[in-house]
């Protein structure tokens, strides 16, 4: 007798996250978890673990028995982070910081399951290329960064910002499939299958 698959849901309004689980061919429902994304924590990967806990577990809470994923990404550039720019002259700021640079991006995944809790972070390095005034206000303009870590999504337009990548380009998405695979099906999941 086969046991039924457990319920997935995804711990995130975002809907790059969406498309990509959606990709993956696991049947799910999104519940957006509300929690305080503050924290003091100043180590990337540590602080991205610790965000994705946090929202995965306050849906978990409210669903005991499914399967719950949540994520985070944090951009940092040396020792500073880039969250989501309040504004477009925020946004305009983040990437004169970041133009000609190579900055790190980090997305922490946790999922919580009947049978356990597990949580990994997958870093990316990402190059800009120089960029001028011109295309910093034209990027701006557009509005695209305004809801990313960072400041830009490299799967729109901002793509044309970059001149390198060196890892998984899924996770500058923001949901690192490679990870998102091994941690549900670790939780039970059947992914492609």
């Known amino acids: 007798m086969a046991t039924e698959a457990p319920a997935v849901i995804l711990a995130s309004g975002s809907p790059r996250r969406r498309d990509l689980l959606t990709n993956l061919g696991v049947a799910f429902w ?3 978890s509300g929690e305080d994304e503050a924290s003091d924590e100043r180590d990337p990967a540590r602080l991205a673990r610790s965000l994705a806990r946090q929202k995965a577990a306050a849906v978990a809470r409210q669903h005991p028995g499914a399967v719950v994923v949540g994520a985070d990404t ?9 969250g989501k720019p309040r504004d477009e002259a925020e946004n305009r700021a983040f990437l004169r910081r970041l133009a000609g640079q190579t900055h790190q991006v980090y997305t922490g995944v946790s999922v919580f399951a009947p049978n356990g809790e597990e949580s990994g972070v997958e870093r990316t390095d990402v190059t800009f290329r120089p960029l001028s005034d011109a295309e910093i206000a034209h990027y701006a303009a557009t509005g695209e960064g305004l809801d990313k870590a960072g400041g830009y999504g490299i799967q729109g ?4 910002l970059v001149a390198r990548i060196e890892g998984d380009y899924s996770n500058v998405v923001g ?5 998102v695979i091994r941690l549900l099906r670790a939780a039970g999941v059947r992914v492609w299958a």
């Open 157 to 160: 337009v901002g793509m044309a």
């Open 30 to 32: 999104v519940v957006v």
């Open 74 to 82: 944090v951009v940092a550039l040396g020792e500073g982070l880039l």
């Open 175 to 179: 949901f690192p499939l490679g990870l």
